[in-house]
């Protein structure tokens, strides 16, 4: 379907499902991320947007993120991309369980047998053609041969609702002219970071994204912060 004004454009499909459903082709919605929630993951993701050059997912700089379907229908698949960012082990172990910073703080509230290990978050996405994991050749837009190459960041909890992020100085001092960030931290504030991304963001009920779809990442908590060179951004408990 469309209309003569390409801003007003409707696609229909059922490639998000099964259940037809109906979009401004144009249209670029904003992912905001929950600070409330998962404060390092968020400042993790707003300083790898603002210091480095691509910007993954800025509005102000005109650099939307893409998106790519955990399907992979380019021929990669956002696991595809996470294996090259945060790699596996041979023992089936996660990076930043064997790699991560040691003072990576994990939450001390879930039991023995719920643990919250250390986790390994990117940024740009591995959902998204923006990863620095996808190759050029599958329309990867910045990629790299490994996730050492990335800003290198660990989170640490000071108390409950105060984290903060720094550089991991275990690595190469950083350069701003990466063109990704990985980060040792919270397996929970990693993966709570983006659970309601594929829910309800991206889903049949709301933008019914499909792959190559563009959309912007925000994060109004840090608004106040600049984009000025500097490594200290200080945002107060909601």
């Not at 650099?63 to 790519?68: E, N, Q, W």
């Not at 490994?146 to 909890?157: I, V």
């Not at 779809?213 to 994060?219: G, R, T």
């Not at 608004?223 to 490594?231: I, R, S």
Request: glycine share 8%; net charge neutral; aromatic share 12%.
């Amino acid at each position: 379907m469309g209309n003569s004004t390409p801003d007003f454009d409707v696609r229909c499909d059922v490639v998000r499902s099964s259940t037809p459903g109906c979009v401004f082709d144009a249209y670029k919605p904003t992912w905001v991320m929950n600070f409330k929630k998962t404060p390092v993951a968020v400042a993790h993701a707003w300083l790898v947007q603002t210091k480095l050059p691509n910007h993954p997912g800025s509005k102000s700089a005109g650099k939307p993120m893409k998106f790519l379907p955990q399907l992979g229908t380019a021929g990669w698949t956002p696991n595809d991309s996470r294996d090259v960012i945060c790699p596996t082990n041979p023992d089936s172990t996660g990076w930043a369980t064997k790699y991560g910073n040691p003072d990576t703080t994990t939450l001390p509230e879930f039991t023995p047998t719920n643990k919250d290990p250390k986790s390994c978050d990117e940024f740009a996405y591995a959902g998204s053609y923006n990863s620095a994991g996808m190759p050029d050749r599958f329309g990867g837009m910045n990629p790299v041969a490994s996730g050492d190459e990335c800003l290198q960041t660990y989170g640490t909890r000071y108390a409950p609702g105060v984290w903060k992020l720094y550089d991991d100085t275990r690595f190469a001092a950083p350069t701003y002219k990466e063109v990704c960030g990985r980060s040792s931290m919270s397996n929970w504030q990693n993966t709570q970071s983006m659970k309601p991304f594929g829910s309800t963001f991206s889903g049949e009920a709301n933008n019914r994204l499909i792959d190559g779809d563009e959309y912007w990442v925000a994060f109004p908590e840090f608004a106040h912060c600049g984009t000025e060179d500097k490594l200290t951004c200080t945002v107060p408990k909601p």
